[in-house]
């Protein structure tokens, strides 16, 4: 199996700040890098594909780098709808997610 | 517009079998490159994948679970049925569908509202 390491798994922040989320995979992954967030108890919303394309309708202060085994989300003035909990996701071979990512006002 | 909607029963025994739905519109699931999976999130912790189904039938399971899951899919009806024998309360859990798609490297683009299921005797 893959495994997904996400840092950190929760972190403070304010409004027009910006946020980095790592992720790190136990193994080579290509760019094969998925970023979710998710609200409570609702459904994850697709942010980030392959590493760094934008999903259509995501806005342009999210961001994706990395391949191989490290990533990072980048967020690059929080806004207030974006406080939630952020998951990265392997597609390369079968699926993992990493554990969260927990933004909370700071 | 693609949606997604599971279904199932919100109380199963332990040792039961669970069945739960996926009802899908707005794609069909014999397109080349279309998947839909199933993914997991026990109250309060993170999420899980458990299965998907691609459109030529071939089938993709958790390491951890493949002994306990089955997939299938009736492209007539829109529908992909997951089923899980043996149920714990370690089971319980909001379980969604997912449409995945190849062309956005097999992420999950639409997801269902999800279902709570809880495992208690």
């Known amino acids: 199996d893959i495994q997904m390491t996400q840092s950190p798994s929760s972190l403070s922040a304010s409004v027009g700040d910006r946020v980095t989320i790592t992720c790190r995979a136990s193994q080579s992954i290509n760019n094969d890098l998925n970023w979710y967030l998710q609200k409570p108890g609702k459904a994850p919303k697709l942010l980030i594909y392959?590493?760094?394309s934008l999903q259509s309708g995501v806005p342009s202060r999210f961001s994706g780098s990395g391949s191989g085994t490290d990533f990072t989300l980048t967020i690059s003035s929080l806004q207030p709808e974006d406080f939630a909990t952020y998951y990265c996701q392997q597609s390369f071979r079968t699926w993992t997610f990493g554990l969260g990512t927990k933004v909370e006002v700071k | 517009q693609i949606t997604l909607k599971e279904s199932g029963p919100p109380l199963v025994r332990p040792t039961q079998t669970l069945t739960l739905t996926c009802t899908f519109s707005?794609?069909?699931?014999?397109?080349?490159?279309?998947?839909v999976g199933w993914v997991r999130q026990p109250p309060g912790k993170a999420l899980e994948w458990l299965a998907l189904?691609?459109?030529?039938?071939?089938?993709r399971y958790s390491p951890s679970l493949r002994r306990r899951l089955t997939i299938t899919k009736d492209t007539s009806k829109n529908q992909v049925v997951l089923t899980m024998t043996d149920m714990d309360p370690v089971d319980t859990a909001t379980y969604f569908c997912?449409?995945?798609?190849?062309?956005?490297?097999?992420?999950?683009?639409?997801w269902g509202q999800g279902t709570l299921v809880t495992v208690s005797s």
């Open positions: 392959a590493a760094s």
């Open positions: 189904i691609y459109w030529d039938d071939d089938k």
């Open positions: 707005g794609f069909s699931l014999s397109t080349n490159g279309v998947g």
């Open positions: 997912a449409h995945g798609l190849r062309s956005f490297d097999w992420s999950f683009d639409f």
